[in-house]
């Protein structure tokens, strides 16, 4: 099984800030200038432990370190939906430990290639499990890995955030997808449409209307970057997490909400008096209410994305074009 945990150096990635180089400034200053202090220059073993606790005065202080996972289809026929992941995913946790983490705590990304495939899934999800320092999970893009993987989540008391499809309704699962009913109503107002089809380049249509035949419109809680204003910056960032790093799609920031999300609940947590673990933080995940680049994300009773803008495309020779927003 592929893991995906580091693509590249981890400096590149989600490192956190490090004063190290201050001791080896302490000590380069110390032996360039030794000569000039004499015999009552300090022993090697002083200024090596002025240099430390220098060091140890910083403003980042590190608790210990959390893992988030993330399931995605990396190769394969989905492959493009695991690179929107992977980038927005990795920017979030360098945004989140450069800043010094979540009270103290550094967050490590542990990613897994599930190919979009039931039976990689399943073994992911048990993996996963197995790892005492995951807290949570981000993954599978797809309903039917989605579905099987949940209740093995379920067993190993992991929070599961859902993207990209809907899976039966089960405690620390949350779908950030807004709830059948929703969607159902924001279609009765395209009655015009041939069809309306869930935009994730994966999953399948969630279901038709009396259309137009000449036609077709996509309702997405996902909007391609362009419809968010003010994403310029964001998406230079984006592209600044590797060598060859293609535009992000519309799973990219979902996932860069999702992985937010999780720190929020994180953050609650340990303000609440709990350690960073999988119930605490199940528990908090539930209240967690955040407003970000996909407007206000909080959940409904069953745990969908309560009230989502959602964003109306029409497709000419295969090129989507924003139509409009449902609400």
């Known amino acids: 099984m592929r893991r995906y945990a580091r693509l590249w150096p981890s400096w ?4 956190p800030p490090t004063q190290i180089p201050v001791v080896f400034l302490v000590l380069s200053w110390f032996q360039r200038h030794r000569s000039k202090l004499g015999s009552a220059h300090p022993r ?14 910083g403003p980042h202080r590190v608790a ?8 995605a289809p990396f190769e394969g026929a989905y492959r493009s939906i695991g690179y929107d992941a992977i ?3 990795r920017l979030a946790v360098r945004e989140i430990n450069r800043a010094g983490g979540i009270e103290g705590w550094l967050v490590e990304l542990v990613a897994y290639d599930d190919r979009g495939e039931v039976d990689l899934a399943e073994r992911t999800a048990a993996n996963l499990t197995i790892d005492r320092d995951v807290v949570a999970v981000i993954g599978h893009y797809r309903p039917d890995t989605s579905s099987v993987a949940s ?14 499809s809907w899976v039966d309704r089960r405690p620390l699962v949350w779908s950030l997808a807004p709830s059948p009913s929703t ?4 279609m009765a107002t395209l009655a015009d449409a041939k069809v309306v089809e869930w935009l994730d380049r994966g999953a399948p249509a969630l279901a038709p209307v009396t259309a ?3 036609e077709t419109l996509s309702v997405t809680p996902y909007p391609f970057v362009g419809a968010i204003d003010g994403v310029q910056g ?25 992985v937010y999300l999780v720190a929020e609940a994180i953050e609650a947590a340990l303000h609440g008096g709990s350690a960073p673990t999988r119930g605490a933080i199940g528990d908090a995940l539930g209240g967690v209410h955040r407003s970000g680049w996909l407007g206000e994300i909080s959940w409904d009773h069953d745990g969908y994305w309560r009230a989502p803008a959602l964003y109306v495309y029409r497709w000419l020779d295969g090129v989507p074009e924003l139509v409009g927003r449902v609400r």
């Open 12 to 15: 590149d990635a989600s490192a």
């Open 44 to 57: 090697p073993w002083y200024v090596l432990a002025v240099a430390l606790a220098i060091v140890g005065c």
């Open 64 to 71: 210990g370190t959390v893992k988030i996972g993330l399931v």
């Open 87 to 89: 980038y927005a995913a």
């Open 151 to 164: 209740p093995i989540y379920g067993e190993g008391n992991m929070p599961l955030l859902v993207l990209g």
């Open 183 to 186: 969607l159902a109503e924001a």
């Open 212 to 214: 137009n035949a000449d």
């Open 234 to 258: 964001w998406t230079a960032d984006y592209l600044s997490m590797g060598p060859h790093v293609s535009d992000p799609g519309t799973f990219a920031l979902p996932t860069y909400e999702a």
